[in-house]
């Protein structure tokens, strides 16, 4: 029996009929479902489908089960999608319309209940494949955190550093064993505390605002250096960490700590400042803490105008002889107790001792109200120092001398601050020593001149800017100038004209007098042999000084001879004024330079003969050819009313006495006619003073 | 007292995951309650996803086939997520393939679907640490580095924001390549501004723990560097050398580009 087909020739070419079923089905579910094949692909497979269908229509009895495996098929291709089936069922109603109803609805049937059965098998199936991969993942998950646990534990457990955990309420949750170690309390007795049981007083002031930020969220570590008191009471240094661990929804959960012990190291750190900032010795702070503080308080003087400060600059009196002779033990004991007691009665806040260094010490008054105030801390350091020491069995007197300075902060600096004080000292010193000096701006200021006068001496030689005047030397009996006195003078650039007064100390303390004095006599012998050769005999001998300094200057004798020699002068023709110091050796013998100058030909003249010894008795073995009376004499003589008669005699005797040595007399200073006529009187050789006529260049000389 | 726990979290299958939400796209029930939620909310502002994803997937299909067909047998399959069908290994059957994922349920599923199969790894691991997934053993041990390797990032590099520099990540895997090796890469994007629909479905997306992150055909050209990206360039996902006449583009635009590039 053939199939009941009205028109059998249409699936007499069943694989025809398959690719045109395929054809339309594939256009139908293009799309509804993902599968892996491309269109071709899908065409190929359909066909095959198809072709089993066009069998099943034209069967002579309908197989269900075949047809049900075309369902299952699609399935299988993972035509998955519902709408899949649906497009399926209309393209055979359409394709078989002409079939016979009832098998194209066996077969519309019988693929629905196959692509239904392996839908419902493939769901299941992959379901089960789902489900068991999230349980293994679970497992996994769980397995890999009990192992991150156990090895958290491991961690926790047996870690050198402390470790706890608390809640955010600070409650204490778990803590391991090196905290308890750390802290002496057992893990028990550390669940039972809360944060607020191990604030400490020392903590740093920043910690509490980092722990609220860390709990707020703020923040999610920080870490600092906090101390911890250990159950017995001391105090353990730790370097902090501190984390937040948020939850799910990132609110702070938990905070963890971790805590390593640096107690020693901060100890040693405390330690190593102190002796930073303390001298070994005396253990007072030492020049390095003086200067930070001085330097501190100098920063915040612009925030407190009107702020003032003190400085006593104290130094033990004569402490290197008793270094010298009673050993460095004594003296380092020494230093100790003058230490002790000064920081003892010198104790006051904001007053600071310190050691500077050697025997000095320094105490700094923080905000003096005023100099008085400074003053009394120096008197009680005086004080306090002068009390008898005993030390290895000597008693030995002591004092100090204090450098006193107080000023206002605004304005100075630790530069200015501290050499006031230094020379405040050396006054102090200098007036004498166990007493203070208080620091004299004005004074300061002098020397601060005189040492810059001092300093730029040398190169003010280079620059010639000292030149010599002369003055002349008057024979009284006829008011004739038969010599000059050579004058030097400093034109000072910012000081104007110097006379030798202003420098010539200053000359001989620091050697520069032997060059300077040279250069002097040079200019003034070439000046006289100028006069010399222009004038002959009628031109004046030339007076020029000598200083002591240049006197003890082993140059000095050759010095002279080489002058004479370049200028050409006659050495009769030269004076050379000498203090009764220059001449005379320590046992009143003239000394070899006199004797070797004298050698020369220059005559020689005592300068300044009565200020000294005025000792008539060595004159008489020394090459001496004249004297020159000091000023102070001839000024008795001046009042016109009449002279001071003790002057007038002892002038009258000196006079008398020279002439009689063979000595000729000057008289220095003449400023009035009276002087002039009682000096000619007295029987006074010569006279020099503005009476006569000032000093001036030698353009001024009248002879 | 309760103490916190310092492993990491737990397998949760009540949030959706990115590998089973692709998954329901394509028609398969490897996927959860919660998937299928998050899912269906997608696909009700934009139904064409599906089809997106059945396109992603017909051009990996199509790259495979065509990078097969040069020679390569090594494939990388980075975001590789759940298997279906059309894996890689099997349009390659004699290629050695290595899935990367860093989904645990995912990765459980491969290891079982692939455990019998040879030539095949799978990596549990973050795909944005190429140096961490090129070293791990499994990809060491399947993979010959001294032979062409075409490393596969379809529809995963749009889950890698700016700030985690996805063309590094590209850099990564390519650097590590023998010329002749390529980068599979598709991604979604669009060229024009969003409609409504299409807002709300990334703002969804956007508010997801894996949230979306759209380029346009410019931008997913600048990912791949200074590799020689092949013709027909970056296109239309389903412009990628379509087999003619036998696939039909999905309905309105194409929500994603692709292209292929080499390394020379």
């Given at each position: ?7 059998p020739t ?9 690719e045109?079923?395929a054809r339309?089905?594939?256009l139908?579910?293009a799309g ?5 094949m491309?269109?071709?692909e899908?065409q190929?497979?359909?066909?095959a489908l ?8 034209t069967?002579?009895t309908?197989?269900?089960a075949?047809?049900r ?12 999608e ?5 497009r399926?069922v209309a393209?055979l109603?359409e394709?078989f319309?002409?079939?016979?109803i009832?098998r194209v609805a ?5 693929l629905a209940?196959g692509?239904?059965q392996?839908?419902?098998?493939r769901?299941?199936?992959e379901q ?8 293994w ?5 769980e397995?890999?955190r009990?192992?991150?646990e156990a090895r958290?534990?491991a961690?926790?457990?047996?870690a050198?550093?402390g470790?706890?955990?608390s809640?955010?309420d600070?409650?204490?949750i778990?803590?391991n064993?090196?905290?308890c ?6 893990a028990?007795e ?6 607020e049981?191990?604030v ?5 002031p920043?910690?509490a ?9 703020g ?6 250096e906090?101390?911890y008191a250990h159950?017995?009471?001391h ?7 501190a984390s937040?661990?948020?939850?799910e929804d990132?609110e702070?959960k938990?905070l ?6 640096i107690?020693?190291?901060y ?9 930073a900032?303390?001298?070994?010795l ?9 200067f ?12 407190e ?16 002889v008793?270094?010298d002779t009673?050993?460095h033990d004594?003296?380092?004991q020494l230093?100790q107790t003058?230490a002790?007691?000064l ?5 006051g806040e ?10 000095e010490f320094?105490?700094l008054?923080e905000?003096s109200?005023?100099t008085?105030?400074?003053?009394a801390v ?5 004080d306090?120092?002068?009390?008898p ?5 000597h008693e030995?007197?002591?004092?100090a001398?204090?450098g006193?300075v107080?000023?206002?902060l605004?304005g100075?600096s630790?530069g ?6 230094d020379t405040?000292l050396y006054?102090?010193?200098a007036d004498?020593?166990?007493?203070l ?7 300061h ?5 005189r040492?810059?006068l001092?300093?730029?001496m040398?190169?003010a030689l280079?620059?010639r ?15 004739v100038?038969?010599g ?7 034109r ?5 004209v110097l006379?030798?007064d202003a420098?010539?100390g200053?000359a ?5 007098i ?5 250069w ?7 000046q006289?042999a100028?006069?010399?050769r222009?004038h ?7 007076s ?6 240049q006197m003890?200057?082993r140059?000095?004798?050759r010095d002279v001879?080489a ?5 050409g002068?006659?050495?009769?023709r030269?004076q050379?004024?000498?203090?009764e110091?220059?001449v005379?050796?320590s046992?009143?013998?003239p000394?070899e330079a006199?004797n070797a ?6 005559r020689?003249?005592?300068d300044d003969?009565g200020?000294?010894?005025s000792?008539?008795?060595?004159l008489r073995h020394?090459p001496?050819?004249?004297l020159?009376l000091?000023?102070?004499f001839?000024?008795?003589?001046r009042?016109p009313?009449?002279a001071?008669?003790v002057d ?6 000196v006079i008398g006495?020279?002439?009689?040595l063979?000595l ?9 006619a ?6 000619l009187?007295?029987g006074?050789?010569?006279a020099?003073?503005?009476y006569y006529?000032?000093?001036g260049p ?6 | 007292?309760?103490?916190p726990?310092?492993?990491p979290a737990?397998?949760?299958l009540?949030?959706?995951?990115v590998?089973?939400?692709y998954d329901?796209?394509?028609?398969g029930s490897?996927n ?9 909310q997608?696909?009700k502002?934009?139904?064409v996803?599906?089809?997106?994803a059945?396109?992603n ?12 067909d ?6 990388l399959?980075?975001g590789?997520g759940i298997?279906?069908v ?5 349009l390659v059957p004699?290629?050695k393939?290595v899935?990367?994922?860093h989904d645990?349920v995912?990765v459980a599923?491969?290891?079982?679907i692939?455990a019998d199969?040879?030539?095949t790894?799978?990596v549990a691991?973050?795909l ?5 997934v090129l070293a791990a053993?499994?990809v060491?041990?399947l ?5 062409p ?5 379809v529809?995963?590099l749009?889950f890698v ?9 590209v ?10 090796s390529?980068?599979v ?9 969003l409609?409504p629909?299409e807002?709300?479905?990334?703002e969804?997306?956007r508010r997801?723990p894996?949230p979306?992150i759209?380029r346009?055909?410019a931008?997913v ?5 200074d590799?020689?990206?092949l ?5 239309a996902?389903h412009?990628w050398?379509?087999?003619p006449g036998?696939?039909?583009?999905p309905e309105?635009?194409a929500?994603?580009?692709a292209?292929v590039a080499r390394?020379d």
């Open positions: 029996m053939t199939a009941l087909s009205p028109t249409s699936w007499d070419r069943p694989h025809r009929a398959a045109r079923l339309s089905w594939s139908a579910i509804t479902s993902y599968v892996s491309n269109g071709l899908v190929d497979f359909l066909t198809a072709s089993r269908l066009i069998h099943a229509l069967a002579e309908f197989d269900p075949d047809v495996e075309v369902g299952s098929t699609l399935v299988a291709a993972h035509f998955t519902p709408t899949t089936l649906e399926t393209v109603s394709q319309a002409k079939a016979p009832k066996e077969i519309q049937g019988a209940a692509y239904a392996a839908l419902r098998d769901v299941l199936d089960e494949e789902i489900r068991t991969a999230a349980l993942a679970r497992a996994r998950a397995e890999s009990r192992v991150s958290f534990r961690i926790f457990a047996g050198a550093i470790m706890s955990v809640t955010v600070g409650q204490v778990e803590v064993q090196a905290l170690d750390m802290l002496g309390y057992s028990d550390l669940r039972l505390m809360a944060f049981d191990f400490h007083p020392q903590d740093p920043v910690a605002g980092m722990y609220d930020e860390l709990l707020s969220g923040r999610d570590q920080f870490r600092i906090k101390p159950k017995d009471g105090q353990v240094w730790t370097d902090l960490v937040v661990i948020r939850d990132g702070p938990w963890v700590a971790m805590f390593e012990d107690t020693e190291r100890l040693l750190q405390l330690r190593l400042r102190h002796q900032l303390h001298d070994p005396t253990q007072l702070p030492n020049r390095t803490m003086f930070d503080r001085l330097a501190e308080l100098l920063t915040g003087a612009d925030d105008p009107g702020s003032r400060v003190g400085v006593c600059y104290l130094d033990v009196d004569g402490f290197k008793i270094n009673l050993g004594v003296g380092d230093l003058v002790r007691r920081a003892r009665s010198i104790s904001g007053q600071l001792v310190a050691r500077m260094g050697g025997d320094v105490v008054i905000r109200e005023g008085g105030d400074v003053v120096a008197e009680r350091a005086l306090t120092v002068r009390a020491v005993h030390v290895g069995g030995i007197s002591i004092s001398s204090i006193v107080e000023q206002p605004h100075t630790t200015e601050l501290m050499k006031a004080a405040t006054w102090a010193k004498g020593r166990n007493r000096a208080l620091f004299d701006a004005e004074r200021a002098r020397e601060v001149t040492y810059e001092s300093a730029s040398p190169a280079e620059r800017e000292f030149f010599v005047e002369y003055q002349p030397l008057v024979r009284l009996s006829d008011a100038t038969i000059v006195e050579a004058l030097v003078r400093w000072h650039p910012r000081f104007g006379g030798p420098f010539i200053m001989e303390e620091t050697g520069l032997v060059p300077l004095g040279r002097v006599l040079h200019e003034a012998c070439k006289a100028q006069w010399h222009d002959g005999d009628k031109a004046p001998f030339m020029v000084n000598l200083a002591v300094r003890r200057d140059t000095i004798v001879q002058i004479l020699e370049q200028t002068l006659a050495p009769r030269l050379l004024e000498l203090t110091s220059a005379m050796g046992g009143g013998e000394t006199l100058l004298t050698a020369l030909g220059p020689i003249a005592i003969f200020t000294g010894y000792n008539f008795a060595y020394l001496v050819h004249s020159k000091a000023g102070s001839v000024a008795g003589l009042p009313e009449g001071d008669p007038q005699k002892i002038i009258a005797a006495l020279a002439h009689a063979n000729r007399v000057t008289a220095e200073g003449v400023e009035t009276e002087q002039a006529d009682r000096l009187a007295l006074c050789d010569t020099q003073g503005w006529a000032s000093s030698a353009s001024s000389i009248r002879f | 007292m309760e103490r726990s310092w492993a737990d397998v949760d009540d949030q959706p995951s590998a089973r939400v329901y796209y394509l028609g490897h959860f309650a919660a998937d299928r939620a998050f899912a269906e997608i696909l502002v934009m139904p996803v599906a089809a997106l059945r396109s997937r017909a051009f990996l299909r199509r790259a495979v086939t065509t990078l097969a040069q020679g390569v047998r090594q494939f399959d980075l590789s298997p279906t059309g894996n890689v290994h099997e004699d290629g393939v899935y990367v994922d645990p995912a599923h491969s290891r079982a692939l199969v040879p030539g790894a799978v691991a973050d944005r640490s190429p140096a961490e053993p499994q060491r041990g993979l010959d580095f001294t032979q390797i075409a490393f596969l990032l529809a995963v749009h924001p700016d700030e985690q520099d996805p063309a590094g990540i850099r990564g895997y390519a650097d590590a390549g023998v010329p002749g390529h980068v890469l598709s991604h979604a994007g669009l060229d024009r501004p409609t629909a807002d709300a479905a990334w969804m997306y997801s894996t979306l759209l346009t055909r931008e050209a600048k990912l791949l560097g590799l020689t990206v013709e027909p360039g970056v296109v996902t412009d050398r379509p087999v036998a696939e039909t583009a309105g635009d929500f994603g580009c292209a390394k």
